[in-house]
C-alpha cells in the first residue's frame, strides 16, 4: 500500500512540474528565437567603447507644458523617456524582442499563463531608493487608472499584478492566447511610488520627475527648452542592454515655432542634427549652405529597413459624410499623387499602398489560401472586389491631367445619389446639406499638397478647406476626435499586435484619447485584429495583417499618402559613430557620441 502511494504521488508530483514546466531567461522574444544569447556582451550596433561626453542639441518642432508624457491632459516635453528605465529593453535589430533592464530575469511558464520579473538588485532610482516591486505595481495600476487610453488597452488582459518575492513581481493574464503581452509588460516604465505619493497624477506638472533611468532633468523652460544631464552614477550604466550607449553629458532641447525657422535655426550652428521629413528643403536649401559646401555639415541618406506603416489624409467616420464608401473613394481618386510628387518632391517619394509597407506584412496581389480562410466568412460584408482583384490606388500619368480619375469620381457621386447644385457642389437628397468638409494640421508644409486635391474636390462638387492650427489646439482636438480629416501616421512594426486594437477595433472608437482616429466600428476588423493578437505562430501573424490590410484598404477609410525608405539626416560633422547601424532605427542619441 505505501509503495502504490509512493508511486501516486510520484506521478502526481511529476505532472505538476510537466504542467508547471516554467522557463527563467534573459529576455523575451515575440515569435522565434532570441539573436542575442545569455551572457551576451552588448548589442550589435553600438561601440561599446564609446568615450563619455560632450553635449547633444537637439530642436523640436512646436511647444510643451507637461513633464509627465503618462497622461491625456498637456503637451509634454521631448525625451521624457531618457528619465526612466523599463523591465525590458527593446533591441533594434530584431522584429520583436526584449532583454533585461530594470528585470534582471523573466520566468514564464509554457502555456503563457503569467509573466515573472525579477527585478535586478542594485537598480535605484537618482535619489539613491531602491526599485522594488511595490513600484512597479503602483506604475502598473496608476497607468491603467490614470494614464493614457492606450495604456487600459494595453493592460486590459492582466488579471493582476503581485508581488511574490523581496524583488519579484508577477502578472496573471486573463487570456493566455495573447502572446504579446508578456513584451507589452516589458515595455513597462517604472515610476517611484515615494516620489509620486501626496501628488496628483493625472495633473500637469512642471515638477522635475524622478526616474531611475540614464538621464534626469537640470533646465525647464516650458515652451522654449529643457535640457537633460547624464546621470553619473548611473544603476545600468553597465548592463549588456545599455553598454555603449546613452554617451553625451548633456542632451539639450530647444523648440522652434516652424520647420522653416528649424532648418534656418540648423544652418547657424544653434542644434547638431535635423532629420529631414520636407522633400523639398532636402533637395534644394541643404546644397546651397556654407556649411554644406564646407563640410561643416554631412547631409546622408542612410538606408533602413523598419516598416513604413500608413502615413494618410484620415477621414473621420463619425463625421456623416465620410460613411459613404462613394464618397470615400472619390476623395481617393481626387489626391494627384504622382502630379504632386513631381512639383513638391523633386520625385522623391513612393506611394504608400499598405497599412503594413515596407514588410512581409503587406498584402500583395489576390489573397492566399490561408488570407480566404480567414477572409471567406465574412463574405457578405466585404467588397467583392477584394477576393478576384489586387488592390491598386489610383494613379495619374503625373502631368496634372487627371480627367479619367475624376470623371471616375463624379460617376461614383452620381451612382451613390448626390445631385450638383447650382453654386457648383453636391448636395445630399436625404439631408441637403452639402458635401463638405475641413481638414486640420499644426504644420503649414502640408498646404502645398493640400491646396491641389481642394481644388480637384471642387471639380467633382465637393467643398473642402484647410486650417493649420496651433500646436495645443491641434493635440487637443485629435484627443477629443474633433476634426473631419487630419493627417495621421499609423506606425507598424515588424510584430503588430495590441496596437492594432488602439488603431482599428470598434471599443476604441467613441474612446477619447484613442488612436482609432477614423472613427473605425467594423466587426471584420474587429475579428482580424482579434487573430493578430492571438496568433500563435509567426506565419498566423502575416496572414492575419495581410488580411487586415486588404480589409482596411478596400474600405478606403484613408487617403494614403507617401514614404521613403532611408533616414535623410543633416548634421554637423562633430559626432562619432558606430561601425554597424540598427536596421530599424537611426539611433543618434543614444548610440552616437561627440568627437574629442
Known amino acids: 500500500m505505501k509503495l502504490f502511494l509512493a508511486l501516486v504521488l510520484s506521478l502526481f508530483s511529476f505532472s505538476s512540474f510537466a504542467a508547471e514546466e516554467v522557463t527563467t531567461s534573459h529576455g523575451l522574444s515575440m515569435h522565434g528565437d532570441m539573436k542575442y544569447k545569455e551572457n551576451f556582451k552588448h548589442f550589435d550596433y553600438v561601440n561599446p567603447d564609446a568615450p563619455k561626453g560632450g553635449i547633444l542639441r537637439e530642436h523640436v518642432v512646436g511647444s510643451y507644458d507637461n513633464l509627465n508624457a503618462f497622461i491625456f491632459k498637456g503637451l509634454p516635453a521631448s525625451d521624457l523617456d531618457l528619465v526612466y528605465d523599463t523591465l525590458l529593453q527593446s533591441s533594434d535589430d530584431e522584429p520583436f524582442s526584449e532583454y533585461a533592464r530594470l528585470a534582471e530575469s523573466i520566468e514564464h511558464p509554457e502555456d503563457n499563463s503569467y509573466i515573472r520579473f525579477n527585478l ?14 511595490e513600484d512597479v505595481i503602483w506604475t502598473f495600476e496608476t497607468l491603467k487608472e490614470k494614464g493614457l487610453p492606450f495604456y487600459r488597452s494595453y493592460y486590459s488582459g492582466v488579471k493582476e499584478a503581485k508581488k511574490t518575492g523581496e524583488h519579484q ?191 512581409e506584412l503587406a498584402s500583395t496581389g489576390k489573397p492566399s489560401k490561408a488570407e480566404r480562410k480567414l477572409l471567406e466568412p465574412f463574405k457578405d460584408q466585404l467588397p467583392p472586389e477584394l477576393f478576384e482583384e489586387e488592390f491598386k490606388l489610383p494613379k495619374t500619368k503625373g502631368d496634372g491631367n487627371n480627367r479619367k480619375q475624376l470623371k471616375e469620381a463624379i460617376q461614383l457621386l452620381e451612382d451613390a445619389g448626390y445631385e450638383l447644385g447650382e453654386d457648383g457642389y453636391r448636395y445630399d437628397p436625404k439631408t441637403g446639406k452639402k458635401l463638405k468638409f475641413e481638414i486640420i494640421e499644426n504644420q503649414p508644409t502640408f498646404e502645398r499638397w493640400i491646396a491641389p486635391m481642394i481644388a480637384n474636390l471642387k471639380k467633382i462638387g465637393i467643398e473642402a478647406s484647410f486650417r493649420t492650427i496651433d500646436t495645443a489646439q491641434y493635440q487637443n482636438r485629435i484627443l477629443e476626435h474633433d476634426y473631419d480629416m487630419t493627417v495621421q501616421v499609423f506606425g507598424q512594426s515588424l510584430s503588430p499586435g495590441n496596437e492594432q486594437v488602439e488603431y482599428w477595433h470598434s471599443t476604441k472608437a467613441d474612446q477619447a484619447g484613442s488612436r482609432n482616429w477614423a472613427g473605425i466600428k467594423d466587426p471584420v ?70 568627437k574629442k
Open 120 to 133: 535586478n538588485k542594485a537598480a535605484k532610482f537618482h535619489d539613491g531608493t531602491s526599485v522594488t516591486p
Open 169 to 359: 513581481v508577477t502578472f496573471t493574464f486573463e487570456n493566455p492566447k495573447n502572446r504579446e503581452l508578456p513584451l507589452i509588460l516589458g515595455q513597462l516604465p517604472v515610476l517611484p511610488k515615494h516620489f509620486w505619493e501626496g501628488k496628483k497624477f493625472d495633473a500637469t506638472t512642471l515638477e522635475k520627475p524622478l526616474g531611475s533611468g540614464p538621464y534626469k532633468i537640470v533646465t525647464v523652460e516650458p515652451g522654449k527648452s529643457i535640457v537633460y544631464e547624464r546621470v553619473k552614477d548611473y544603476w545600468g550604466a553597465d548592463i549588456p542592454v545599455n553598454k555603449g550607449r546613452y554617451n553625451f553629458d548633456i542632451v539639450r532641447v530647444d523648440y522652434y515655432r516652424d520647420a522653416t525657422v528649424a532648418v534656418e535655426a540648423l544652418l547657424a550652428n544653434e542644434y547638431d542634427y535635423r532629420v529631414e521629413n520636407i522633400a523639398k528643403t532636402w533637395a534644394t536649401t541643404y546644397k546651397d549652405a556654407q556649411a554644406v559646401k564646407d563640410g561643416d555639415i554631412k547631409i546622408e541618406k542612410l538606408e533602413h529597413e523598419r516598416p513604413a506603416g500608413m502615413q494618410a489624409f484620415v477621414m473621420n467616420l463619425r463625421h456623416p459624410l465620410f460613411q459613404d464608401i462613394a464618397v470615400r473613394k472619390a476623395i481617393n481618386l481626387a489626391f494627384d499623387f504622382e502630379w504632386s510628387n513631381k512639383q513638391f518632391a523633386y520625385g522623391a517619394y513612393t506611394r504608400t499602398d499598405s497599412f503594413f509597407e515596407n514588410s
Open 525 to 594: 476588423v474587429d475579428a482580424l485584429v482579434d487573430k493578430i493578437v492571438h496568433a500563435e505562430s509567426r506565419d498566423d501573424l502575416v496572414t492575419a495583417s495581410r488580411a487586415l490590410d486588404r480589409v482596411l484598404l478596400w474600405n478606403y477609410y484613408v487617403v494614403p499618402q507617401w514614404h521613403l525608405n532611408s533616414f535623410r539626416v543633416a548634421y554637423w560633422d562633430k559626432f562619432g559613430q558606430p561601425s554597424k547601424r540598427a536596421p530599424y532605427n537611426l539611433n543618434i542619441l543614444d548610440t552616437w557620441w561627440a
